[in-house]
């Protein structure tokens, strides 16, 4: 059922890394975490200036909630920008150049591709997070970050880019064209992150089904150190849906009419 | 090797071909022919799996494509049409990336890509980026993943298109030596490639199959149904070889130059020896006459001619 996974990851891994988009999505997203860390450790710095004099002031000054928690969250958000940017090519450039006919002749079956693509990109996503590396090094240098905290925001970070992928990869599945795929790609990812926010104007219950579809809703724990179970729950099923209507789609060749 | 029983198939509502069947057996080189739209890259599609029928069964190597089509798949070498291929990647990443997905163990895989690189002439190439090659280099790139493997079985649409006459006789020449070892279908429009390539023809037209067989055998087809056709060298001029057509054996006069005449008999036995008898008794200097055979080009017109009139 999985045939072909490994040799399909190793080449779309091989031809990511070759193409300039993954190394200007890099770029990008290491000047914008790099700002939005310097932006949030900065602010944190004059309000420890100012604490020096004001007890209660330094009370409430707590390195996780002022940098660490706002830099996951805003890693998050520059992720979801990205990431339709890694998947467009993944089923639209293979559509468009024909290659898809060639792979799907060779003794690859549909899973194994769909996984070995999926997988290469969350190997590349995984591989653009080593740009926050040096920002972690500098907490330790700043004071004494809470590792729980972080530990369970990468973790978070790792699992929204499950979702963002899966969905991303579907959106690459249904069009030939790569712009057409990224915008699917990120007009339905930032509705899914944001339609959370509309809960008051839904009454009660409609208001919860949105909290509940939002994935906003569902970082927002992480980003406090606390490993919610509903909450891994939700972005694997999440990928499992968008990873079956994916390979769905990829099968409506077999319809025999 | 091949075997396709009654197959058809739907896209939507359009036919793209209905009750195909044939079959190939081991080590025949087969040309697939027939105009554009006439299902021969359907019917490649059906027999790579990357499609399944609306109806009908297809046995490849005794393995059916809707039970097992990767058996099927694992062994098969497939060009498909226009060559697609990844142009990010040089010739031996690709090469590698098809040797990995055929299942060639790592401890062969070095050598089975060297022996393709060698056959299809890729040495110069190897390490170039397959988007820097030209559309030749780029064919036999097609070529050499498909051969990659050593599959029984080799389904190539159109190997030949968009090169130019020396690469086209190249190819041609490597289609050859494959066929002595392997099965091969291969899907053409250029009629005269099939016929110096192919020990049979399968042709298509509409997406129905309107003749199977060797050269030999769709000749003697036509024959029986059709004139007789005679090459004719006299010392006559037109006018006086126009009269022949007075016979009422004789279909056809045309001059083909100053001296030669092609003529057109009904189908008769002996109708040379009664041509003959008939040009000296008009006191006509007789210094030529044979059979002309069609060529392939003739068959597959006159095929199409005759399925279409049927059609209509």
Known sequence: MLKGLLPVLKKDVLIMFYSPIYYVCSLIFALLSGYFFYSNTAYFGILSLQASGDPFLSDILNLSDMVVKPFFGNIMVILLLLVPLLTMRSFAEEKKQGTIELLFTYPISDWGCLLGKFFAVILSYLAMLIWTIPCIVILTFLGKPDWGIISSAYLGIFLAGLAFTAYGLFASSITENQIVSAVIAFGGLLLLWAVGWMKRLGGELMGKILEYISMATHTESFAIGIIDTRDVFYFFMFSAFWLMLTSRILQQRYIKR | ?312
């Open chain 2, 1 to 312: 090797m091949i075997q396709v029983k009654g197959v058809t198939k739907y896209y939507g509502q359009r036919l793209a071909v209905k009750d195909i069947s044939f079959e190939i057996m081991q080590g025949r080189v087969v040309g697939l022919l027939g105009p554009n739209g006439a299902g021969k890259t359907t019917i490649l599609r059906i027999l790579t799996c990357y499609l399944p029928p609306t109806e009908g069964s297809v046995l490849v190597a005794g393995i059916d494509s809707q039970k097992d089509p990767l058996g099927i798949r694992e062994k098969i070498g497939f060009m498909p049409e226009n060559v697609p291929l990844y142009g990010d990647m040089s010739v031996l990443q690709f090469l590698g990336f098809v040797a990995d997905s055929k299942g060639i163990a790592a401890r062969d895989r070095r050598y089975e890509i060297s022996k393709v690189i060698s056959q299809c002439g890729l040495e110069q190439q190897e390490k170039r980026l397959i988007r820097h090659l030209s559309k030749g280099q780029r064919q036999r790139v097609g070529l050499a993943q498909a051969l990659l493997g050593n599959p029984q079985i080799l389904i190539l649409d159109e190997p030949t298109a968009g090169l130019d006459p020396a690469q086209v006789l190249e190819i041609r020449q490597l289609v050859v030596e494959l066929g002595k070892e392997k099965t091969v279908l291969l899907s053409t429009h250029i009629l005269p490639e099939a016929s110096q390539v192919c020990n049979e023809v399968i042709i298509l037209n509409n997406g129905r199959l309107i003749a199977q067989g060797t050269l030999s055998e769709l000749r003697e087809k036509l024959k029986r149904s059709e004139e007789m056709r005679f090459f004719v060298r006299t010392n006559a001029d037109f006018k006086t070889m126009l009269e022949l057509k007075n016979e009422n054996f004789v279909v056809d006069v045309n001059e083909k130059q100053k001296g030669e005449y092609e003529i057109l008999l009904k189908p008769e036995v002996d109708a040379s020896g009664k041509l003959s008898k008939t040009i000296v008794e008009k006191g006509i200097s007789l210094f030529e006459l044979r059979s002309m055979e069609l060529s392939l080009e003739e068959i597959f017109v006159r095929l199409l001619i005759y399925e279409d009139g049927h059609t209509n």
